[in-house]
């Protein structure tokens, strides 16, 4: 299946909750298929069905250390651990800019697998943190909301400026913005 494009920053559905999955079937292989291709397109970690236009609660990833991509359908955080860390971490739908965001270490979350099996998953730093910025695609929410006041003003007046002259960034432009609102070059 072709690879689907992905929903900027902008764009309502990013802001839409997504609803359960109600039955595993071929049409949802066939939607996980294309969010694979689309995630491999796009060199990223991993795509929640909402980033391309489909407003269900699963998503597809593919970690380093994984050896095949994985679908998590219906999930759901039952266990967010106190201890926190920092992390310069993006977003396929806020391309070219990365924020340093703190974040809960571990947590724990439950949904279930494309054959249906029930899954339940102790995942700690990249994971877990993964799995948090996924689940709040499924609820409508983008990880601008995680951003200091000082590192949200930077990135609004970028995304502004890139929405007055309609140029999408290249990989290589990519910036990270630390919580005092500066702009490190990677
Ligand atoms: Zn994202």
Same mark, same amino acid.
């Given at each position: ?103 809960? !270490? ?7 697998? %494309? +054959? #249906?099996?029930? *899954?339940?998953?102790?995942? =700690?730093?990249? &994971?877990? !943190? ?7 695609? %499924? +609820? #409508?929410?983008? *990880?601008?909301?995680?951003? =200091?006041?000082? &590192? ?35």
């Amino acid at each position: 299946m072709a690879a689907f494009t992905i929903r900027t920053y902008g764009d309502p559905v990013l802001r839409h909750p997504a609803t359960d999955v109600t039955e595993i079937d071929g049409a949802l292989r066939q939607l996980v298929d294309g969010m694979i291709d689309t995630m491999y397109d796009a060199a990223g970690l991993a795509v929640a069905a909402p980033q391309v236009g489909v407003e269900k609660r699963l998503f597809v990833y593919h970690l380093p250390d994984d050896e095949t991509p994985r679908t998590l359908v219906n999930p759901t955080i039952t266990l967010v651990d106190g201890d926190e860390w920092t992390y310069d971490e993006g977003c396929l739908s806020v391309p070219g800019l990365y924020f340093t965001i703190q974040r809960p !270490r571990n947590v724990v979350v439950t949904g279930r697998d %494309l +054959d #249906g099996n029930e *899954l339940h998953i102790e995942a =700690t730093d990249l &994971q877990a !943190r993964m799995f948090q910025h996924e689940i709040e695609h %499924l +609820d #409508g929410h983008l *990880l601008l909301e995680h951003l =200091t006041p000082a &590192q949200r003003k930077t990135a609004m007046r970028i995304l502004r400026d890139r929405q007055v002259t309609d140029v999408r960034p290249r990989k290589s432009d990519s910036v990270t913005i630390d919580p005092d609102g500066e702009i490190v070059d990677d």
